[in-house]
């Protein structure tokens, strides 16, 4: 029978659900269990295709296309499974598909309401995608955690408590428990933890029907006891059932946290799971990761030139994939923030010292990264970004757009094509380098890009990415596009050595660009940064690390090994619950 554990939230959005749901699916998944995940987002919009990056930071893009939150990221990094669209339920999706049935006459002239309807479709949703096997075995998953977004209390998100109050009845008390994340204020003036914002919100999720089965306290520093017993007696749980999850270090460090406080034996017990209490493998390689962090000495900075930098989880996968990179060499990551609307000779004028500071950041950092973007505003700052990468021989990954980019500025500034450009900035442009897509349609916004995981198949045996690869013939990535290179001006390029090194299976669109006789420049037109895992750093973004740290060279001359030192060992066992690490010595990544 499928286990649910259902996640909430309290008091303020943006508490921490997501990590802690990982992190729930984490342990378990560590115990032998098949762990899948759901994130329900109450918004009405069907899918995160068309949020700008402010609004809930950046879009997470599946195998399968979905564009979805930012918080599928996490479950697929923690619990290193894929996932698809439908794992992902949003207000929107849930209206469409009961509108659509309305049309097609399935309610046979009812008044359709939210109660019955709507809650009845959020529960079909959800017990249809529990069963989705998300393993690389294809098995049936034992444990769905779902995490229902924003605070408890919101009038969008009614209908989804409604419709879990109904389903813990018919799934059984034995199948089903709630987790309840809440926020543990301590004003500054006074320094005492606070509990009546937990109360009020436990207290309002009891009213709505749900009873938590686990209050998980987010606090700045780690509960004191009288607060728990606080907490455990106006809340109507047992003081057990208090769970601290303070801020810490890393986030890796969050499973540990919830394992040493007993999360595991309380849902075994509670859910009736056949839980095997050895010690588990997988949480030892947490614990290195964890330690690992905690103890780098060696730094390593790459700039960041973007246009979302005001907001951190703009880039959140960007920002993971290069932890995961600087892990895996042992260094600490260090991201310099750059607005490339300040590289731009216009902020000289109005700006100046907002210009010098950009400029500052970018020449003193290790290494430097253009990540995607769209729209105009920027793109000319990111273009002076490259082109003193180039020069200077800085290495550089561009993604997406950094690398259409990354084939302007070499128009412009070696072929000497003035006003080579992209056709989404500049559609009158002499030397369209980067065209739209013939499968674009500007008349809907939403899903009409080159959407999900493609394969690209490496055109020569020399290329740096491919030896990264593992030598791999072709890779397959995730993309997120509306432009591409134009093919037909490729021979001027490969004529001056900035090589189309990866292409796709019809060889029509350029994946992969590389330059001779630079350490490390190389653009991507995927977004490898979405399956990069911690154990499993993604390819491009370790290269680059490697360059920055002056290690890429024997990192190649070895075979793409990393020295045993800064291999995990072979105690830390693999994702898959039985499976040794013994094959793993880190970024020499098979081809799956």
Not at 227 to 241: L, N, R, T
Request: glycine share 8%; aromatic share 8%.
């Amino acid at each position: 029978m499928m286990k649910y554990i259902l996640v909430t939230g309290g008091v303020i959005s943006g508490i921490g659900k997501g990590i802690i749901a990982s992190s729930v699916g984490t342990i378990l998944k560590s115990c032998g269990l098949h762990v899948t995940a759901i994130k329900i987002d109450p918004y009405i919009n069907i899918d995160a295709g068309t949020f700008s990056p402010y609004e809930h930071g950046e879009v997470f893009v599946l195998d399968d296309g979905g564009e979805v939150d930012l918080d599928l990221g996490n479950y697929e990094r923690f619990l290193d499974i894929r996932l698809t669209r439908d794992n992902n339920l949003t207000t929107g999706k849930i209206y469409q598909s009961v509108i659509n049935k309305e049309r097609r006459g399935d309610y046979l002239g009812k008044t359709v309401q939210v109660v019955p309807h709507i809650t009845d479709a959020i529960q079909e949703w959800v017990v249809k995608q529990a069963k989705v096997p998300v393993d690389v075995d294809d098995v049936e998953p034992q444990v769905c955690v779902i995490e229902l977004g924003g605070t408890v209390g919101d009038i969008e998100s009614m209908p989804f408590i409604e419709a879990f109050r109904q389903f813990q009845f018919k799934v059984k008390r034995e199948n089903f428990c709630n987790i309840h994340v809440s926020l543990i204020p301590q004003p500054s003036a006074t320094g005492e933890q606070k509990t009546k914002p937990t109360q009020n919100s436990v207290r309002e999720l009891r009213g709505l029907g749900l009873s938590p089965d686990l209050i998980m306290c987010r606090c700045s520093t780690a509960l004191e006891n009288s607060v728990k017993e606080k907490i455990s007696m106006f809340c109507h749980v047992e003081p057990e059932q208090v769970i601290c999850v303070h801020d810490v270090s890393s986030i890796y460090r969050v499973p540990l946290l919830l394992e040493d406080q007993g999360v595991v034996s309380y849902l075994s017990r509670r859910l009736n799971m056949p839980i095997q209490t050895k010690p588990r493998k997988m949480l030892t390689k947490w614990k290195e990761m964890s330690d690992r962090s905690d103890r780098l000495l060696e730094h390593c900075s790459i700039a960041l030139v973007g246009k979302y930098i005001k907001f951190s989880d703009s880039y959140a996968s960007v920002i993971k994939a290069l932890e995961h990179s600087a892990l895996a060499i042992n260094h600490k990551l260090e991201v310099k923030y750059i607005d490339s609307a300040n590289l731009e000779p216009g902020t000289l004028q109005e700006e100046p010292v907002r210009y010098h500071e950009a400029w500052q950041k970018l020449c003193s950092a290790d290494g430097i990264l253009v990540p995607g973007g769209f729209g105009v505003r920027g793109t000319e700052g990111k273009i002076h970004a490259i082109n003193w990468a180039r020069k200077q021989k800085r290495p550089f990954l561009g993604v997406c757009l950094g690398m259409q980019l990354a084939v302007c500025e070499f128009g412009r500034n070696v072929l000497g094509w003035k006003d080579a450009n992209s056709t989404e900035f500049d559609p009158e442009s002499k030397y369209p380098v980067v065209i739209d897509m013939p499968e674009h349609n500007p008349g809907q916004m939403g899903g009409t890009m080159r959407l999900g995981k493609r394969r690209t198949i490496f055109k020569t045996n020399n290329s740096i990415l491919r030896k990264l690869y593992g030598d791999a013939e072709y890779v397959d990535e995730r993309h997120r596009h509306r432009f591409e290179v134009n093919p037909e001006l490729k021979s001027h390029f490969e004529d001056k050595g900035f090589r189309f090194v990866g292409q796709d299976v019809e060889g029509e669109r350029m994946e992969v660009i590389e330059l001779d006789d630079h350490p490390y420049f190389v653009g991507v037109q995927y977004h490898p940064e979405f399956t990069s895992r911690p154990i499993k750093p993604s390819p491009p973004y370790l290269g680059l690390l490697l360059a920055s740290a002056g290690k890429l060279q024997s990192y190649v001359q070895k075979g793409c090994r990393l020295s045993p030192r800064d291999t995990y060992s072979d105690r830390s066992g693999s994702s898959s619950p039985d499976s040794e690490i013994s094959e793993l010595k880190l970024p020499s990544i098979s081809n799956e």
